[in-house]
C-alpha cells in the first residue's frame, strides 16, 4: 500500500466499546471529505465495531492493521 496522508490521528487506546466507534463518528467530521482519519484503539471490538460503522455510514476502509495488542485503521471521509 502507498504511504496514505493522514489528517488526524484519533487515539482511542484505552477506550472499550463503544468509545472507539463513538469517537470516530465525531472526527470524521472534523476532517474534508477525501481526506484519511487515522484511529489507534486497543479495544479488540473496536475493528468490527468501526467495520460496521465505515458500512453504514457510507464511508471507506483504506487499511486496518494490528500489531502489539493495538489496531491502526485508516478511514478515507467519503461523504
Known amino acids: 500500500m502507498t504511504e496514505v496522508k493522514v489528517a488526524k490521528t484519533l487515539d482511542a487506546r484505552g477506550l472499550y466499546c463503544p ?36 458500512r453504514r455510514t457510507g464511508q471507506q476502509i483504506l487499511d486496518i492493521q494490528q500489531q502489539g495488542g493495538v489496531t491502526r485503521i485508516l478511514i478515507k471521509r467519503v461523504k
Open 19 to 54: 468509545g472507539p466507534v463513538m469517537e470516530t463518528a465525531k472526527a470524521i467530521k472534523q476532517i474534508q471529505v477525501g481526506e484519511v482519519l487515522e484511529v489507534l484503539a486497543t479495544d479488540p471490538a473496536a475493528k468490527p465495531d468501526i467495520e460496521a460503522w465505515a
